[in-house]
């Protein structure tokens, strides 16, 4: 699959975090043959990133304020410190690059699996 397909399957997946939740627009970064789409709302960041080939991670960057959570120094957004958590989604479905109906699948239920699991987080 293309770069640029599969950038804008990710977009069509995860798009309900801009109309449903609140985040703004996706900023797609570039760094090499990385891709990263950050959506931010305040000082929250769901960040969705890939290597061409290569199933994409979702991460989350929160205030670290009020929690147990350990701050990472390279995450701090407008002075605040935040914290990474990694996701830990399982996709039922081996990832297949090639094959941009099953790329198409997988994202999509890997976009429900982070709203269901992420659904508290989301919603406050």
Do not use: C, H
């Given at each position: 699959m293309?770069?640029?397909?599969?950038?804008?399957?990710?977009?069509k997946?995860?798009?309900?975090?801009?109309t449903?939740?609140?985040?703004?627009?996706?900023?797609?970064?570039?760094?090499?043959r990385e891709?990263?789409?950050e959506?931010?709302?305040n000082?929250?960041?769901?960040s969705?990133?890939?290597?061409v080939?290569?199933?994409?991670?979702?991460?989350?960057?929160?205030?670290?304020?009020?929690?147990?959570y350990?701050p990472?120094p390279?995450?701090?957004?407008n002075n605040?410190?935040?914290?990474r958590?990694?996701?830990?989604?399982q996709?039922n479905?081996?990832?297949q690059?090639?094959?941009?109906?099953?790329?198409?699948?997988?994202?999509?239920?890997?976009?429900?699996q982070?709203?269901?699991s992420?659904?508290?987080?989301l919603?406050?």
């Amino acid at each position: 699959m293309e770069r640029e397909e599969l950038a804008r399957n990710i977009e069509k997946a995860f798009g309900f975090l801009e109309t449903k939740y609140g985040f703004g627009k996706p900023v797609r970064k570039d760094y090499g043959r990385e891709v990263f789409f950050e959506y931010e709302r305040n000082a929250d960041t769901v960040s969705i990133s890939f290597e061409v080939g290569s199933a994409p991670l979702v991460e989350v960057f929160i205030p670290v304020e009020g929690t147990d959570y350990t701050p990472v120094p390279w995450a701090v957004k407008n002075n605040i410190q935040r914290a990474r958590l990694f996701t830990k989604l399982q996709v039922n479905q081996k990832f297949q690059p090639n094959d941009s109906k099953k790329v198409a699948k997988y994202l999509g239920e890997m976009a429900e699996q982070f709203e269901s699991s992420q659904a508290e987080w989301l919603n406050a």
